[in-house]
């Protein structure tokens, strides 16, 4: 059983889907210590290119457009969740293409 925002879930699917459709982010939390400091990793060995093709959920900035400070100046670098979210497409990108 799990609480979330005062609803107890039984299955631990559904506070995934509500927190996705609200969306809020859902922390999942690793088997391996090893695991975060990879990903942590492949999010420093991106290129711009690749960082600019993902979202920034911390500002808002469209897909190619860069990160902002909350003066509305651009930053100097992207936000680190839009680096790790560009890790994760490129991951994901990368295990669908090996599974072709």
Not at 10 to 15: A, K, R
């Amino acid at each position: 059983m799990l609480t979330i925002a005062g609803i107890l879930w039984s299955n631990l699917e559904e506070p995934a889907t509500w927190l996705r459709g609200c969306g809020l982010s859902n922390i999942e939390h690793l088997s391996r210590p090893g695991t975060v400091h990879y990903v942590l990793v492949k999010a420093k060995e991106l290129t711009p290119k690749q960082i600019m093709s993902v979202p920034c959920s911390t500002c808002g900035a469209a897909i190619g457009e860069v990160c902002e400070l909350h003066t509305g100046a651009p930053r100097t670098e992207p936000h680190r969740d839009r680096k790790l979210s560009a890790a994760e497409a490129v991951e994901t990108k990368a295990a669908n293409d090996r599974s072709r």
